[in-house]
Structure formats: structure tokens, C-alpha cells
């Protein structure tokens, strides 16, 4: 009876930890107009070792505007504007355009700090761990049953967004590192034009 006592306990202050972080962190996004960082995304797929990885930017500014920028291995953008998602392949002139509705799981959690989305709206806070310089905040989504969980990495000093990981119900995961993460505190423009004879599909 005393070890469940204790479990108890310790699950409720650690809940409550998490909780607290939780409402730290949206108050934060209450307060910016945006964020840019270098991000370096790595997708492991199940089964195999070794990350497709990929290089490239983010620009996120309120009220619903992303774009993200991939340099490396081969160019791509993803630019949201609204309730539209645009995916452009810059070497095969080629881009979907579809709701956001069918976005990616990048672009929800990206429009959850620029909508000011409640995060308990959105997610279950499962657990929060603590190092020295960061919390890992473990979440898990309402309403998308193909993702088990999601883990932000904070940064302590500033409560900048240092990672992201998610693992869906095959065992995927997806990892986004975040460099020269900037909470932006002045609205910045973005603006993103197709290049002539590109060929568009809608979804």
C-alpha cells in the first residue's frame, strides 16, 4: 500500500510539473509575433537505422503564415497561408495545394504557437523531464490517432524551441532540431509567389 501511495504522489507532482511548464510555455507564445529558425529534420522510418535527413528554414508569423524552406537534399517549400497549404518541388516545378486540414504534422504543431492554440485543447500533458538546461515536455494528441507522442525540447533561459520528435503508430519517428531559434517581437511580411509554368494540383 505505501509503494502505490508513493507512486501515486510522485505521478501527481510530476503532472503537475508538467502542467506549469505547459501554461509557462503558452503564455510565451501569448506574447511573440513569430519565430524563425535553421531546422535539420531527421525521419526514421521502421525497421531501418538510419534518418532521411534534411536541411533547411522556418519562418512563422501571426496570425497564420508559415514557410518552410528545405535546402538539402533537394529544394522544397511549405508555405501556409490561412486555411491553404502549398507544397512546392522546386526541381520538378510541381506543387499540391490542399487544406490545412490534410497539413502535416510540422505545420500543426508550428500553427499552434502562431494561432495561440491552447495547448491543452490540443494535447495530453503526459510528463515533463528536467536537465540542466532544458525540459522535455511529452504530449499526446486528441485528435490525431496516428501520432503515439510528441516531445518538445525547451530551452530553460529563454523558452525557445530547441527539438521536436514524434512517433507515430508504426514506429516511425520524425526528428526537427532547431538552430538559431529567434522569438520574433515585431510582425514580419511573408510573401510566396509560384514561378511561371509551374504545374499546380489541387487535393
Known amino acids: 500500500m505505501k509503494k502505490i501511495a508513493l507512486f501515486l504522489i510522485l505521478f501527481i507532482v510530476n503532472f503537475s510539473f508538467a502542467k506549469d511548464i505547459v501554461e509557462e510555455l503558452q503564455k510565451k507564445f501569448s506574447e511573440i509575433k513569430g519565430f524563425q529558425a535553421d531546422i535539420t529534420q531527421k525521419t526514421y522510418q521502421s525497421g531501418f537505422s538510419s534518418p532521411d535527413i534534411f536541411y533547411g528554414k522556418v519562418l512563422a508569423v501571426k496570425p497564420d503564415k508559415i514557410k518552410i524552406e528545405y535546402i538539402k537534399p533537394y529544394k522544397q517549400i511549405i ?15 510541381q506543387a499540391v495545394i490542399t487544406s490545412t486540414d490534410n497539413s502535416v504534422l510540422i505545420t500543426e504543431v508550428l500553427e499552434m504557437i502562431i494561432k495561440n492554440k491552447p495547448i491543452k485543447s490540443t494535447f495530453n500533458a503526459l510528463e515533463t523531464k528536467e536537465t540542466n538546461d532544458t525540459y522535455k515536455i511529452s504530449l499526446k494528441p486528441k485528435n490525431n490517432t ?15 524551441l530547441t527539438k521536436l520528435s514524434a512517433q507515430d503508430t508504426d514506429n516511425n519517428i520524425i526528428e526537427i532540431e532547431f538552430e538559431k531559434f529567434k522569438y520574433l517581437s515585431n510582425p514580419v511580411n511573408i510573401n510566396f509567389n509560384f514561378p511561371k509554368n509551374v504545374k499546380i494540383l489541387n487535393n
Not at 147 to 160: A, G, M, P, R
Open 79 to 93: 508555405y501556409l497561408n490561412g486555411t491553404k497549404v502549398a507544397l512546392y518541388s522546386v526541381e520538378e516545378n
Open 146 to 160: 496516428e501520432v503515439k507522442k510528441l516531445e518538445l525540447t525547451i530551452d530553460k533561459s529563454n523558452l525557445s
